[in-house]
Nanobody, 125 residues
């Protein structure tokens, strides 16, 4: 699976951005899709994930209520809608795919098998 993230940019605090992740290669549907982010000098942080059916999504407390993940398996895309952005949301955002059922935590980036290249999100105060 190849993942391509897009949609990053510069936005003022309180604004919105929508990131998209396009998948190609092997069948997209059986994968849990996750979003992570990495700020300068920090480790990679879980943002949220969505189940393969799109029926359930889970979020980090820091973004809950502001970010929404959705997916379209017919188009092989997963989106991250980010509202009420804060300066602390500034980071490189990565989409990731986890193949099949995992016994490890989906909050852990090591659980994911495939990664996109990342897209920069900068929120100015």
């Amino acid at each position: 699976v190849q993942l391509q993230a897009s949609g990053g940019g510069l936005v003022q605090a309180g604004g919105s951005l929508r990131l998209s992740c396009a998948a190609s290669g092997r069948t997209f549907s059986p994968y849990t899709m996750g979003w992570f982010r990495q700020a300068p000098g920090a480790g990679r942080e879980f943002v949220g994930r969505i189940t393969w059916s799109g029926g359930l999504a889970f979020y980090a407390d820091s973004v809950k209520g502001r970010f929404t993940i959705s997916r379209d398996n017919a188009k092989n895309t997963v989106d991250l809608q980010m509202n009420r952005l804060k300066p602390e949301d500034t980071a490189v955002y990565y989409c990731a795919a986890a193949n099949g059922y995992k016994t490890s935590s989906y909050y852990d980036d090591m659980t994911y098998d495939y990664w996109g290249q990342g897209t920069q999100v900068t929120v100015s105060s």
